[in-house]
């Protein structure tokens, strides 16, 4: 395959026979999405004015390799043999996330869900804040992080309807109600939620934040107010921020393995650090955790497995994480401590929250333009 910066580079008559013009500097993806957008029905294109057949390269392995989702769903037109060469190429381009996406749909009903974005207001607060739950009875919620819980065999539920959102969510709830500690995790394309991950120590639901993010706010705003539901994060300040503007959701008893492992880290060392969560899993858990998907396309869908089974993992492995956490906190005389710095952590969050953003799916005809 050509070098994607020789294509782009390259030029052709766009009054010859294949009427292509490459006229952007190389590597500019923003020609590239709109060369596949204008000739989105011709599968391949000339190198140069006087290409033969051999010196010609397909525009999907081109948009694969640079890992432009959009333009690979443009292209696809349902032909599994061009997806499978793409996702062989993307592969080789280590867009890890484009190649499963081809691998598990076969280029039958690959898609990226577009959609477009307006700013809405969300000055208007809800009355019950982290003001509303005392200390105290926060405290003693966190009590629950001491006791380890019995191992389950965990199930994983991807959720794109409301309907099973919302048998989900009661399920989720059942589980709430025997062991009130729930993990949480968020996948994002920009600032727009596209995947919410929530998980007990039974099970773990990954809701399409996309398709119903209309609806997140009913669906989970019960339980995120809730204060004897301990919701687990890592370093969540943007994961507020991001419920906060996209559905309207605050947050009531918080906990933050990363502030809670920097407490103890300056206790057992005298010199306290955030770390990622990879690095407390290998610390605390001896787990290696993969990341993969850090920075994959969250909008691609259907989801293959492997990011879905990432997004879950990122939620689940905050309960054993916080478990051990709040232990050694409790051993060095900081829970109270850890439980103060989290709720100056969620008001500064509620404080700095700002206006929301609504978002609207671009109808099936229009997904990847």
């Given at each position: ?72 769903a443009l292209l696809l037109h349902?032909?599994e043999l061009a997806a499978s ?285």
């Open positions: 395959m050509l070098q994607v910066s020789l294509l782009l580079a390259s030029k052709a008559d766009p009054a010859g026979a294949d009427g292509f013009a490459f006229t952007a500097a190389a590597d500019s993806e923003e020609c590239l999405a709109l060369l596949l957008e204008a000739y989105e029905g011709v599968p391949r294109c000339p190198r140069t004015l006087d290409a033969n057949e051999e010196d010609k390269v397909s525009l999907l392995e081109v948009a694969a390799v640079k890992g432009n989702a959009q333009c690979v349902g032909d060469a793409a996702a062989a190429a993307a592969q080789r381009a280590e867009h890890f996330d484009i190649s499963r996406w081809l691998q598990s749909a076969e280029g039958v009903n690959s898609m990226v869900l577009g959609f477009s974005t307006s700013t809405c207001d969300r000055s208007a607060r809800t009355a019950r804040t982290s003001d509303d739950l005392s200390e105290g009875a926060q405290l003693l919620s966190w009590q629950s992080l001491l006791k380890p819980a019995d191992a389950v065999m965990r199930s994983c539920c991807w959720i794109e309807s409301l309907a099973d959102a919302r048998q989900a969510l009661r399920s989720l709830e059942e589980d709430l109600s025997e062991l009130a500690i729930l993990g949480v995790d968020l996948e994002c394309y920009g600032d727009v939620v596209c995947t919410l991950q929530m998980a007990t120590v039974k099970g773990t639901v990954v809701l399409d934040a996309l398709r119903l993010h209309g609806h997140i706010a009913e669906l989970v705003s019960s339980i995120f107010l809730d204060g004897s539901v301990i919701k687990l994060f890592h370093a969540p300040r943007n994961d507020m921020r991001w419920l906060w503007s996209n559905f309207g959701v605050q947050v009531v008893n918080m906990f933050d393995t990363d502030t809670v492992a920097m407490l103890v880290n300056e206790r057992e060392s005298g010199v306290g650090r955030h770390r990622s969560l990879k690095e407390l899993c290998k610390r605390f858990l001896q787990m290696d955790l993969d990341k993969t998907h850090q920075r994959s396309d969250w909008r691609l869908r259907p989801l293959p497995e492997e990011m879905l089974a990432y997004a879950a993992r990122d939620a689940e492995v905050l309960l054993p994480l916080a478990t051990h956490l709040a232990s050694m906190a409790d051993d060095k005389m900081l829970l109270k401590e850890s439980l103060q710095a989290c709720r100056r952590q969620t008001q500064q969050a509620q404080d700095a929250s700002g206006n929301g953003i609504r978002v609207e799916l671009l109808g099936t005809e229009q997904l990847c333009r």
